[in-house]
């Protein structure tokens, strides 16, 4: 089942609380068109406008940092298949394309009252096309988007269509990738239970890594944010040695 929201504070919240009320089975899945509380990694904000994709799916527990990287693996796949897009990971959980923040991914356990792992809730938010008005200025330089505008998504899976554009049917482009895309995401993730293909995924994770990408010297090798060097203190002045006479 596919619980499906226009706006909601967090899909990742959101599966959480229907798996603990019983509502929620293995394999079902959480949509939203916006988030007011999108979540990243350590307890980040995740921003999360309309024009983007939010996607949040049950699966049985593995250690979460396992999923992560088989997730990349799937998400690029599911992405392609679709759009024909290239994009590359950013260690450990971001998809990169042209040197720029498409998606983020997040998995993070279920646990019980006594903090036994019942289950993974593996989300990830991606963004179709560029919010109006642009980014927020503090992740403007490294933040993009699959498409600048819903104009240059085309038909999915066939050629595009100029007349079809110019009658101001973008959102109806939109809709449609939106579709396509969270149907083709829960296929791939589904596949990170198979034992037989969990191997490939993360030797695809491998392979699809970046090796360099903007602030990458500001970062560890986990993607967190090196501290700032502490500022060197001013020496005082040295005394002068008195001159004989």
């Known amino acids: ?28 899945a959480v949509f939203a068109l916006s988030q007011t509380g999108g979540k990243g990694r350590y307890g980040r904000s995740f921003f ?24 990349g693996a799937c998400a690029v796949r599911a ?11 950013k ?16 998995a993070e356990a279920v646990t019980d009252l006594e903090g036994k ?14 919010p109006e008005g642009g980014f927020p200025e503090e992740i403007r330089n490294r933040a993009g ?11 999915i899976g066939g050629s595009r269509n100029a007349a079809f554009h110019e009658n101001d049917f973008a959102d109806l482009l939109l809709a449609g990738l939106r579709s396509q895309l969270m149907y083709a995401l829960i296929a791939e993730f589904r596949k990170l239970t198979d034992p037989d293909e969990s191997p490939r995924l993360l030797e695809e994770y491998e392979k ?7 602030g990458k010297d ?28």
């Open 117 to 130: 792992p019942l289950a993974v809730v593996l989300g990830i938010g991606i963004n179709l096309i560029a």
């Open 145 to 155: 988007a699959l498409y600048a505008n819903a104009s240059e998504i085309g038909w």
């Open 48 to 71: 999360s406008p309309e024009g983007g994709l939010y996607l949040s799916i049950l699966l049985p527990y593995e250690e979460p940092g396992t999923i992560t990287c088989g997730a």
């Open 91 to 106: 260690p450990v959980n971001d998809l990169y394309m042209d040197g720029r923040k498409i998606a983020g991914i997040l």
């Open 208 to 214: 699809l890594l970046l090796t360099d990408w903007p």
């Open 1 to 28: 089942m596919i619980f499906e929201y226009i706006q909601t504070e967090s899909t990742q919240e959101d599966m959480k609380e229907l798996f603990k009320a019983g509502e929620a089975r293995m394999f079902d």
């Open 79 to 89: 992405i392609a298949r679709t759009t024909g897009k290239d994009l590359r990971i």
């Open 218 to 245: 500001k970062e560890d090798e986990y993607g967190n944010p090196l501290p700032e060097p502490a500022p060197e203190e001013e020496k005082a002045p040295e005394a002068e040695e008195p001159q004989e006479p």
